[in-house]
């Protein structure tokens, strides 16, 4: 695997959101300039507090909806709410978010040659009739339903992606990030482990969509951070899409059980109705990323989930 030689100028869209913070750690680790770019809808300044007085790092609030003029190198495209309660809130600025934010990050790299890389998501496979998904799948999507503002305008994302690459030559990467947890998530943002470990650590009823039966596969932050890292640093044949994830699946109904046993929670649960267009099923194909970057993710539910738990349990407490 090749490694960075040199400090770079890195620009974070979303920056201050869950895997953005985690992804502005990493880099300013690596020895980077980081320029942390968001308009704190879903993320806070909480999430990079600690970076604030560090001589590599820059926090800019801006909304790139609108266009930003700067010079980087590389460029991480992570800006968009990404819980459904989140961005079903605004569904018009989710759309705008991703297609005008893409045409204006890729604007920006156009003008200064960055390489840059867009946060996809295994939502551009709907729910999916192949199972579990590979990166030639074109997806099962509803295009006017209530997740339509952020499958699809992350589906119109990566073709502008892939325009600009055919069109200008420009190095482009694409992730197909799948399910990923882990601290920083916002205990309120209605994603089911955050929800789940919240419920569970206040003894509320644990809330079950539908029958449980639904499955996903859960990637810890730190496995994705680092394949994300690694994703931009192949070269220039490498453009994805490429899922990113962990594809040990679980059930709702089993990851309930666990968060339940890892809390010692006396929580019970409760069903309610399945959400429209919930996928009843999801797992990444890993064939492409582990060829690609040497990886594999290695944190199992067990240690991510415990924690994450140690986290909300932290943040409970002082609030
Ligand atoms: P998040 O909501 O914590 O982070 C998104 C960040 O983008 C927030 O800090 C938010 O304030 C910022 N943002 C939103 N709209 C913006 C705008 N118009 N201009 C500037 N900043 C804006 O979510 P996350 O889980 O960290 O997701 C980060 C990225 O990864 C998103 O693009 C998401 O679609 C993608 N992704 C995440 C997952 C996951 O499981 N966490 C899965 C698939 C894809
Ligand atoms: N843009 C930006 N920063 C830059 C260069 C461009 O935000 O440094 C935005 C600008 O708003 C523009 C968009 O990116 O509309 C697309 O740029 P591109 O050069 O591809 O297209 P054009 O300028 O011809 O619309
Ligand atoms: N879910 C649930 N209870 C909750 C929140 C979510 O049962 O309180 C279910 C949801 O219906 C979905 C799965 O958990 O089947 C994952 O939901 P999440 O919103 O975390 O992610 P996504 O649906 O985008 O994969």
């Known amino acids: 695997m090749r490694k960075y030689n040199a400090s770079k100028r890195m620009l974070v869209t979303g920056g201050a959101g869950f895997l953005g913070s985690h992804l502005c750690d990493r880099l300013i680790e690596q020895g980077h300039d980081v320029l942390c770019v968001d308009n704190f809808f879903t993320g806070t300044k909480r999430n990079v507090e600690h970076l604030l007085d560090h001589p590599r790092f820059e926090l800019m609030r801006h909304d790139v909806t609108f266009p ?3 010079e980087v190198d590389e460029i991480f495209n992570l800006a968009c709410p990404a819980s459904p ?4 809130h605004d569904p018009v600025q989710t759309t705008k978010t991703s297609v005008h934010g893409a045409i204006n990050m890729l604007g920006l790299a156009k003008r200064v040659r960055a390489k840059i890389l867009q946060a996809s998501t295994s939502e551009v496979y709907g729910d999916p009739e192949i199972h579990p998904q590979t990166e030639d799948y074109w997806g099962n999507v509803n295009p006017i339903g209530i997740r339509s503002c952020y499958d699809e305008g992350k589906r119109c994302a990566e073709t502008l992606f892939f325009d600009y690459w055919r069109q200008h030559a420009l190095p482009i990467k694409v992730a197909r990030i799948f399910n990923t947890y882990g601290p920083r998530m916002q205990p309120n943002d209605g994603r089911v482990v955050s929800s789940f470990i919240v419920q569970a650590l206040k003894g509320d009823p644990i809330t079950v969509f539908g029958d ?3 499955t996903r596969s859960f990637c810890y932050v730190d496995d994705l951070v680092e394949a994300i890292t690694r994703l931009m640093l192949t070269g220039e044949g490498c453009t994805g899409p490429i ?12 990851l309930a059980e666990k968060v339940i046993s890892y809390t010692n929670s006396r929580s019970k649960l409760i069903f309610k109705p399945l959400p429209q ?7 990444p194909d890993l064939t492409k990323a582990k060829a690609a970057l040497n ?3 290695k944190v199992a539910l067990e240690d991510g989930l415990k924690e994450t738990i140690a ?3 932290r943040s409970l407490e002082l609030s």
């Open 212 to 214: 449980g039966g639904q």
């Open 243 to 254: 899922n990113l994830g962990n594809n040990s699946e679980f059930t709702i109904l089993e």
């Open 311 to 313: 986290y909300f349990r």
């Open 295 to 297: 990886w594999e993710p």
């Open 277 to 283: 267009d919930d996928p009843r099923q999801r797992q």
């Open 85 to 88: 309660i989140h961005y079903q």
């Open 68 to 70: 930003l003029y700067i």
